[in-house]
């Protein structure tokens, strides 16, 4: 911890020098690498997931009056301020302060209240931006943690993860929970299987002869700047739809694909066994769409697509299907290894990863040329497996690595990655490191 206490007495200067005053108190909350089980969250599957030691920091002072203030140690991140009581969040502009603004109103709205004091607040990141680590989520928790602190009201921590991951939807993502749950409900050292509806985390022991390493491709990707996102979630809403119309299932009440294999009482691998039956390989307009549920355009578009995916004219519901069963699967697998342990562990988890790899980029088509060059280099130096992480179309991979290899492993996947493609920017610390499970989000009282 001398790291964070060094960060927050620096927090505590700047804070004086830009607010003229002292921070009553400090939230932290971490960022998050997704070992396995990827866009399958917002299908309603279990993810396994691990806190990293990147994290959002804030200092707070609340205050008299109603201005809500927001600075960024970062100068890229310009300060904003509002009245705390007339929240508006441009869904247009993913803009940082946009998300703090999501924690804030998800608490507001969670209690109902309409006469909020201000505060004044400094954020420090240190999760590299857009890069799959859930920079985004942290920075929602945090800001929520921090609003529930100032109101000096309680939640649980499945709670306070419940609403941050339904307010991160102001901002126009159609997320899952995963983000959020696992701010908030990590513990060091264990990574966490974490389970929807209801909520719940349970602890995974991972092997300890290995490491995981994660590298950033240097490829940003704001999943609340594109479409690509919300056209995944899109599609999975109607592969589901298709699938329980197909076996007879009341489809307009299902929204997700783990609902028809629930209501069917089956197992994933006859999921998949459906899908090749129900579903064709080939791309689906939205006229077939409405052909085979019986329904108008007028009502695909009104009634089941999102605002930003009503012009869509192709959707491939197979192919996002099969990824969706065949990585729940792999996420039951994985976390069934390393509870039994055997002597090939790291390699067995390995395949997994890779395979998760293959089926993000071949099915779910989430991958770019950056991140598969990246996930090649890394298995060639040594990695038992690499996929990647986090929503995709750029971002970072993780790797799992012996342990006693790391030394060489770094070495060489920087020279092949970063020193010839001249990637050596600002990011270099941040591009390329081992970590270990981290705990969750925390309140400091002083620095």
């Known amino acids: 911890m001398p790291v964070l206490f060094d960060r927050l007495l620096k927090l505590k200067e700047m804070f004086n020098s830009k607010f003229g005053s002292t921070p009553k108190f400090y939230v932290r909350a971490p960022g ?10 917002y299908c309603g599957y279990s993810v396994l997931p691990m806190a990293v030691e990147q994290d959002m920091l804030i200092a707070v002072e609340p205050v008299k009056t109603q ?9 890229l991140y310009p300060d904003f301020s509002t009245n ?22 998800g608490i507001q709205e969670h209690f109902g209240l309409s006469n909020l004091t201000g505060m004044n607040c400094l ?8 890069s799959g680590l859930s920079s985004s989520s942290a920075l929602v928790c945090c800001a929520g943690l921090v609003t529930l602190t100032v109101l000096g009201m309680n939640l649980s921590k499945v709670e306070l993860a419940e609403i941050c991951a339904k307010s991160e939807r102001y901002i126009g993502t159609e997320g899952g929970g995963m983000d959020q749950s696992i701010s908030f409900l990590a513990e060091e050292g264990t990574a966490k299987l974490i389970e929807f509806s209801p909520l719940r985390a349970t602890d ?3 092997p300890s002869g290995a490491v995981f390493v994660i590298a950033n491709s240097c490829v940003e990707m704001n999943k609340a700047a594109t479409s690509h996102f919300n056209v995944r979630v899109m599609e999975c809403r109607l592969a589901a739809k298709l699938l329980a119309k197909y076996r007879g299932l009341q489809w307009d009440k299902v929204l997700r694909l ?12 006859e999921m998949l066994r459906i899908t090749e039956h129900a579903l064709h390989p080939e791309p689906y307009s939205p006229e077939e769409v409405c052909s085979c549920l019986g329904i108008s355009l007028q009502e695909l578009r009104t009634q089941i697509l999102s605002p930003n995916t009503q012009d869509v004219l ?3 519901l197979y192919q996002r299907a099969k990824h969706v069963y065949s990585e729940a699967a792999r996420v039951l697998q994985f976390k069934k290894i390393c509870e039994e342990a055997p002597d090939n562990t790291v390699q067995l988890l390995g395949e997994l990863m890779n395979q998760s790899h293959a089926s993000c980029r071949d099915l779910y088509e989430c991958s770019c040329p950056e991140l598969d060059q990246l996930v090649d280099i890394c298995r060639k130096f040594g990695a038992q497996g690499s996929r990647l992480t986090g929503a995709g179309w750029g971002g970072c991979t993780v790797s799992i690595v012996p342990a006693d290899k790391l030394t060489s492993f770094l070495a060489h996947v920087h020279e092949a990655y970063y020193q010839r493609s001249g990637r050596n920017g600002t990011f270099e610390k941040q591009s390329l490191f081992a970590t270990k499970p ?8 002083e620095a």
Do not use: M
């Open 32 to 41: 998050r690498v997704n070992i396995i089980g990827e866009h399958i969250d």
């Open 67 to 75: 201005t809500l203030q927001l600075a960024n140690t970062n100068p």
């Open 84 to 105: 705390a009581n007339n929240i508006q969040i441009d869904k247009t502009k993913p803009l940082w302060h946009n998300y703090f603004l999501c924690g804030f109103k």
């Open 123 to 130: 954020v420090d990141g240190n999760i590299p931006p857009s």
């Open 204 to 206: 995974v022991k991972l």
């Open 258 to 269: 783990e609902e028809v294999q629930a209501t069917l009482g089956v197992s994933l691998q």
């Open 314 to 316: 192709v959707f491939k």
């Open 438 to 445: 981290g705990g969750g989000a925390l309140v400091f009282l």
